[in-house]
């Protein structure tokens, strides 16, 4: 993993310069308040009965559980959001969840708690000292269980030493799914799109999107730039027509060369699909004004189609560009998000991982389908949600689970990304 993702787990001496850095301010004041608790416990005879004033001790015994508590949840809330305490700081390490991100709550609590264990069943022990008055056995009850905490928390912070794994986890990493990385002798995983990195690090040399026009990008865009007159179906200028042309009457048109095929079989005067209209090109009248014919010379001007040159005309490519700057050629099959992994018969899918250093994106967060000449696309039930922004402006909602046809020349929002669809 150091190798292929630039990625370098930290050592175990690392990991225990840094627990230790991140000890000591809490260690200091319990043991600075409990020390001031216990001398301050006076012993007052009354016959045969002793009787202990613990004032001192609950009172400065309890600033320091408070003052160590908030010190904890101030480090814990800092550690889950960026991987970041102050030993871990000094030592240039970042804690990290599963896929290389910022650990959460639940990790960091689950780590602190295996770790520290040894140390929270001391402070139980000394809780029951004083609510049980075992004063004079105190020392001998709670030093030992003191020392074998200290020593357990030691362990357990350096027991990655033991992983087979090039030393990537220890024993609380395992059970709490998580990672530590040296980001001195490596890349920082958080910021740098987590295990997966920004795209494996490679850029694809791949021309930028050109945005084209469309058959099925709406009236406007066809009207807005109408393809050349298709050459077969112009008549030579000549003539005027000598007597109006009857309405019953077919006429031959001139139509965008996209839209041709459809356009073929119009009667003048009406529209076609993509809302463009057939208009009347000059035509000869018949002898009577009873109906018109070509001039004897349409024959010679028109282009012979060979047997077979015909067909359907190619699929136009279709590709998104992202909004930090990168484009791909899609796939059939495609599945977008932090870390997509696919569903049962999506093995063959194309797998694009997003770079989301604030984790707006989920895991799979979206499944695209192209379809010539669109994708359809459908929101994997992400956390965030996904929108589509047409060429028009118009921005929608998708539902969860259903797939939406997106045409070339609209925006797909999913968590704070952004790609925009085009062909080439």
Known sequence: MGVNLQLAPATAGKRLGAAVIDWLPPLAVLVVTFAIGFAGITRTRSGQFIT????????????????????????MGIEARTGKTPGNLLMGIRSADNDGYAPGAGTVFLRGLITGAGIILALLAAVLVVVFRWFEPALFILAPLVFAGAAWAVLVVVSNHWDKNSGLR?????????????????????????????????????????????????????????????????????????????????????????????????????????GLSVSAAPAFPVQGGQGVQHHVDDDVERTQVRPGAGGPAPVAVLRIRLDDGRDFQLDRSVLVGRNPVGQAGEQHAQLLAVDDPGRSISKTHLHLLTDGSGIWVTDRNSTNGSAVTTPNGARTPLAPGVPTFVTPGSSVHFGDRTFYLGQA
């Not at 009172?59 to 508590?69: F, K």
């Not at 958080?190 to 791949?206: E, K, N, R, V």
């Open 170 to 274: 220890g024993w609380h990493d395992k059970a709490a799914k998580a990672l530590v990385f040296d980001v001195k002798a490596g890349r920082d995983p958080i910021t740098t799109g987590g295990i997966q990195g920004p795209y494996s690090f490679a850029p694809l040399d791949l021309p930028p999107v050109q945005q084209v026009l469309s058959p099925v990008a709406g009236p406007q865009a066809a009207s807005a730039q109408p393809g050349p007159v298709v050459p077969s179906a112009l008549a030579p200028p000549a003539r005027t027509p000598s007597a109006p042309t009857p309405p019953s009457q077919p006429m031959p048109y001139a139509a965008s060369a996209s839209f041709a095929p459809t356009a073929a079989h119009a009667p003048a005067g009406q529209s076609v699909p993509g």
């Open 52 to 75: 202990y004033d613990t004032a001192s001790l609950v009172l400065s015994g309890g600033i320091g559980l408070a003052l160590t508590a908030v010190y904890l949840f101030a480090v």
